[in-house]
């Protein structure tokens, strides 16, 4: 099962962690991990690329993480949790296309 945490601090997401694996097919070609993994690194390399936040990520096999600076201007925050919003309404559909392979919890 791959747990996804999320984290928020006023409403806004300041970080993501991903741990796990699905367990739906042979490790390269478990489309669930592949479609997690997917969401999770652009939604990390999007925030490094679109909004030029120096973000880093732990990426391993089975984990990822990432934690959001908490002292951004609000217009940049907005940005920030828009396309943390979108990351997650794509791990959302997922998980109703493929029940029981994914867990997530925000704090």
Request: glycine share 8%; hydrophobic share 40%; net charge negative.
């Given at each position: 099962m791959i747990r996804i945490r999320v984290t928020?601090?006023?409403g806004h997401i300041v970080r993501v962690c991903a741990?796990?694996?699905a367990g739906c097919a042979p490790k390269g070609e478990d489309?669930?991990?592949a479609a997690v993994s997917v969401?999770?690194?652009t939604f990390f390399f999007s925030l490094q690329r679109l909004l030029s936040l120096d973000v880093e990520a732990d990426?391993?096999?089975g984990h990822f993480s990432l934690s959001i600076p908490t002292d951004l201007a609000p217009?940049?925050?907005e940005q920030v949790t828009l396309l943390g919003e979108s990351m997650l309404?794509?791990?959302d559909e997922i998980n109703r296309s493929y029940p029981g392979f994914l867990q997530?919890?925000?704090e």
């Open positions: 928020r601090r006023n741990d796990g694996h489309i669930i991990c969401l999770v690194q990426i391993s096999d217009a940049l925050q309404v794509g791990v997530v919890s925000e």
